[in-house]
């Protein structure tokens, strides 16, 4: 009998030094502890996942990250500038571990602006991609308000349903399920994504997570938010 090979999951965690909302948000306080040890804990806890790495530009942020006992890569400066997008930090990290002779069959992308999230979910999300036999992930929830309702103005500066006209006055139970992703959780094959350099990929399913669980650390606002939350499950437990 000819025994699976189990697949592997490579997480790697981003995080840039640079922040004009909140300056050093990786690494500040969030309810006790760096922002980014959340997301580390949630890795190295994680029963699915064979390796987790962090990529920065920032000494700090590394030696912050290794002192939670992840390993880290140095990013180049030219990936660590506000325009840089995700994509290319993902494909330096992972040519940066194959080049050391290890490669992977998946990439789970967790940012460290996505503390709420924890080692069960990334867990359940990596089942499921397996379960329904995906190419890649991406964590979402349901918002309050449809994006259907939205308008938007055309070429003449008048105001139009930004599916048609019918959709915003539609009840939103007529209208089409609509999510929106959290930022938390993202799974792709490394084939897949090496191939397109696309996190979303044709067969795409959603891992719908509450809201609670889909904080955003952006501002200072944010940040007491995810504060008051661990607060009040502490005081739960």
């Known amino acids: 009998m000819v025994q699976m090979t189990k697949p592997t999951f490579l997480a790697i965690i981003p995080a840039r030094g640079g922040s004009k909302g909140l300056p050093h948000k990786n690494i500040i306080n969030a309810a006790g502890k760096p922002l980014i040890a959340w997301t580390i804990e949630a890795a190295l806890n994680s029963k699915l996942i064979t390796r987790a790495v962090v990529t920065s530009d920032d000494a700090e942020i590394l030696k912050t990250a290794e002192r939670y006992g992840v390993e880290t890569i140095e990013r180049p400066q030219e990936l660590a500038l506000d325009a840089t997008a995700t994509e290319p930090v993902l494909l330096h990290a992972i040519n940066q571990i194959e080049a050391a002779g290890k490669k992977y069959n998946y990439l789970v992308l967790l940012q460290p602006t996505s503390p709420a999230r924890n080692a069960l979910d990334v867990d359940c999300a990596v089942q499921m991609l ?30 139009v349903g930004i599916i048609n006209d019918k959709s915003p006055s539609k009840r939103r139970q007529d209208l089409p399920k609509a999510y929106m992703p959290n930022g938390a959780i993202y799974i792709v094959n490394i084939l897949e994504f090496k191939k397109h350099n696309l996190l979303l990929t044709d067969n795409c399913i959603p891992f719908v997570m509450p809201v609670d669980k889909s904080i955003d650390i952006d501002t200072a606002q944010d940040l007491l938010h995810f504060s008051n939350l661990i607060n009040a499950r502490n005081e739960k437990t």
């Open 130 to 159: 397996l379960d329904k036999h995906a190419s890649s992930l991406i964590s979402v929830y349901e918002p309050d308000h449809s994006p259907f309702n939205a308008l938007r103005l055309n070429e003449k500066g008048s105001l």
